[in-house]
């Protein structure tokens, strides 16, 4: 269907997009679902360079699963929820076992790739290949909210009545709905974000139902959890070190990557639990995908150990494959 919010939305997207890499008409579905999985809970300026040497290394699926898991931590390198490499290497192995290689179009099949939860499936069926879906993400979720709902922010979680929402503005088109999606999307992104939002340069702003209703503040949102100090930052520091080796190392070599041993411990835990790190045979500490050669450990340099500029290296505490609001997207 058309509505009234399409024609300037998709006008104001067609002057205002950024150039991404992703959205190009040349980006192939593999470049898409990279580039998803990446934005999860990640800006688009970091996620840049990351897209860029990850497709320059693995242009597609079969390259990638011919990798050890280890190569793909080590390519995600500082980008931060490194389980998604584990899983992005997973989703390779299958789409080249069961998929000839091709990133598959139908959601349902997207869906069985691991990481791939309903926001990504979603956008990856309908950015890569036209198919009709609404594409709920943080952005389009907080422009939807406060243009038709009359509300600052949307609910902590998507509804049912928000999916029905986006469902309802989509036009019949599948390309254009992916257009409308994604116009939505850089919307929120540049325009209508979350604590600031530029109101001026909207280009609905006139039909917009919060605007109408005097702007109403939202209520007050739990703060973050604080991050320095926390068990996240100590997963980080020891993946880090594990990852600037070149091969397994001794148990106690990450001793120095973190002081406190209790932290340490259950930082090194939940890693393993998370089939980030793997225990070797003789005790020592590796990527997934590496062993001990000859009966050899790796020492760690003392510039290795533990790099502050790592920090955020860790996954959320959630067991989802992604947060409920999708990727970041700004």
């Keep these: 269907m ?25 980006a192939t579905p593999w470049s898409i679902l990279v580039s998803e999985i990446m934005l999860q809970q990640t800006p688009v300026s970091r996620v840049l360079p990351a897209h860029d040497a990850w497709l320059r290394r693995w242009p597609e699926p079969a390259r990638l699963a011919a990798a050890t898991p280890a190569d793909a931590v080590r390519q995600w390198d500082r980008l931060g929820y490194p389980r998604r490499a584990l899983r992005l290497h997973a ?10 290689g091709q990133v598959p179009a139908s959601r349902d099949k997207l869906r069985s790739l691991p990481g791939v939860g309903a926001y990504t499936a979603a956008a990856v069926a309908s950015f890569a290949f036209g198919e009709r879906h609404a594409v709920l993400d943080t952005n389009v979720r907080r422009v939807l909210a406060r243009l038709v709902a009359g509300d600052f922010l949307p609910p902590p979680a998507p509804t049912v009545a928000e999916v029905q929402l986006a469902e309802s503005l989509l036009p019949a088109d599948g390309r254009l709905a992916a257009r409308w999606s994604v116009g939505v999307m850089e919307l929120g992104a540049l325009v ?7 109101c001026d340069d909207c280009p609905v702003h006139n039909q917009c139902a919060w605007l109408k209703r005097g702007r109403p503040a939202s209520p007050g949102r739990r703060p973050a959890a604080r991050y320095e100090g926390s068990d996240r930052q100590s997963r980080g520091r020891l993946l880090a070190a594990l990852r600037s080796a070149s091969g397994p190392v001794p148990a106690d070599a990450l001793d120095a ?7 340490r411990t259950r930082a090194l835990a939940a890693l393993i639990d998370d089939g980030l790190v793997i225990r070797c045979a003789d005790g020592s500490l590796a990527l997934p995908g590496e062993t001990v050669a000859s009966g050899k450990t790796v020492a760690l340099s003392a510039t290795n150990r533990g790099r502050p500029s790592d920090a955020r290296a860790t996954d959320p505490p959630s067991p989802s494959d992604e947060k409920p609001t999708g990727r970041s997207g700004s």
Excluded: K
């Design 2 to 26: 058309t509505t009234p919010y399409t024609a300037p939305v998709l006008r104001w997207y067609g002057q205002s997009a950024r150039d991404l890499p992703w959205r190009q008409p040349d």
């Design 91 to 100: 989703s390779a192995e299958l789409i080249t076992n069961r998929h000839g």
């Design 192 to 198: 209508c974000t979350a604590a600031r939002p530029r």
């Design 257 to 263: 990557a973190w002081h406190e041993s209790a932290q």
